[in-house]
Every structure is written in structure tokens, then in C-alpha cells.
């Protein structure tokens, strides 16, 4: 497609619920990143793909989050036992070269609401 | 990845000029200045990028200081589109690949 899309687009998941966000980047591009947003903040860095490899999952709060990318395209953050300090928007970004020289595409992100 | 410092609001007149500044006195000298704006509920958007010389594209133009410790953004003739959290952000092309965003500039155009 022509930019990165992200499902669901919403998603309200009970207290200790787990959920799955989905990242589809643009076809080819080598670098995916997941930020996370709170409301009124910019968003933070959870984790980083370098094709297949997460080579940085510095940012991820807790054991709680996981992600993967096993073929180095579609992306997949899962958030176990979720928690109400979860709730916020999850954004996905990807770029062609692998420093993000000519800056990141992001989708439109997921927002989780945890109730 | 050097820190910068943005004032939280901004208004301007449609169809006038819009100039966000940025501080970053602490840049080093591989380090790149970042643009990207939010428009609501939507994601990060690139605009501009530079390192020291002044940048011009379709979007914007960049301005930036010979000491390279400040930078203005400048949008030549502001729409109501242009309303959005914009981001100031500095970072080397090595290494570190993330963006570091800090709260941005709300930048409201009025009517």
C-alpha cells in the first residue's frame, strides 16, 4: 500500500486482557519502529526492527509488551495482562534506508483503551 | 540525542507566515535537525530535515543558525491545515536510530 497501515484502528480491552496491534509497513522498507503515545505527550520509543531483528527493545515499560517481525515485514506488538497505564496510542513507523535519512513514515496508530 | 526546547503554543493568521523556533544548544556537530508535525489523531508526519546549511521543500523552509544552537521552521502562507503539534528534534544519521520527541509546539491557525 501506499503508507504504513495499523489495526485495529481502536481497541478497548478489560483489565488483564491481552491484545495484539498490527503494523503493516510500506513494501520494502528495512527499518520498523513502535512508539507509544500517551494523551497530550509525543510519543516515546518502544522498540526497533531491523528487518527480522530487533536490534533495540530498549523502550518497552515492561515483560508485558513483546514484539516480532519474523519474515521483516508485517509487525506485531502484543500486550500481555493489560494493565490501565496501557491505555494510550501505539503508533508504527517504517523507512526504506536504514538510517531514516529522508524521515519515518507513521501510521495512523491503534488507540488501546484499557477499562 | 541532543535535547530541544520549543514554547508550548502558538497562534497564527491565516495566510501569514509561521515561524516555530527551536533551541538545541547542545547539538553536536554530526547531529540532524528534525521536523515532523501531528495533525489530531493522526500519526508523526516528516517535513524537513537539515544540518546546517538553510532547507527549502514543497512543505517548508528551515532556517538555522550559524552557531547551529537554533532553528525556525517556517511555513511561508499557513492554512487551517497547518493546524497540528509540531516537532523539533535532533539526532545523528549513526548509530541511535530513534526519534526522540519532546511535547512539540501546538501551532493554531486562525480563521
Known amino acids: 500500500g501506499a503508507g504504513v497501515s495499523q489495526s485495529p484502528r481502536y481497541k478497548v480491552a478489560k483489565r488483564g486482557q491481552d491484545v495484539a496491534l498490527r503494523c503493516d509497513p510500506i513494501?520494502?522498507?528495512?527499518?520498523l519502529f513502535w512508539y507509544q503515545q500517551a494523551l497530550g505527550q509525543g510519543p516515546e520509543f518502544l522498540t526497533y526492527f531491523q528487518n527480522e531483528a530487533q536490534l533495540d527493545k530498549s523502550g518497552l515499560p515492561s515483560d508485558r509488551f513483546f514484539a516480532e517481525r519474523p519474515e521483516g515485514s508485517v509487525s506485531t506488538l502484543k500486550i500481555q495482562r493489560t494493565q490501565q497505564e496501557d491505555s494510550a496510542v501505539y503508533l508504527c513507523?517504517?523507512?526504506?534506508?536504514?538510517?531514516?535519512?529522508?524521515?519515518?513514515?507513521f501510521g495512523s496508530g491503534t488507540r488501546l483503551t484499557v477499562v | 540525542d541532543a535535547k530541544t526546547t520549543q514554547p508550548p503554543s502558538m497562534d497564527c493568521a491565516e495566510g501569514r507566515a509561521a515561524n516555530l523556533p527551536c533551541n538545541h544548544s547542545t547539538i553536536s556537530g554530526n547531529e540532524y535537525v528534525y521536523w515532523y508535525r501531528q495533525i489530531h489523531s493522526q500519526g508523526p508526519q516528516y517535513i524537513i530535515h537539515?544540518?546546517?546549511n538553510n532547507e527549502t521543500n514543497e512543505m517548508a523552509s528551515l532556517i538555522i543558525t550559524e552557531d547551529r544552537k537554533s532553528s525556525t521552521l517556517i511555513l511561508p502562507h499557513a492554512t487551517l491545515r497547518d493546524t497540528a503539534v509540531y516537532y523539533c528534534i535532533v539526532r545523528s544519521h549513526f548509530g541511535n536510530e530513534k526519534l526522540t520527541f519532546g511535547t512539540g509546539t501546538r501551532l493554531t491557525i486562525i480563521p
Open positions: 513507523a517504517s523507512s526504506l534506508a536504514g538510517t531514516g535519512v529522508y524521515g519515518y513514515t
Open positions: 513494501s520494502g522498507h528495512v527499518s
Open positions: 537539515g544540518l546546517k
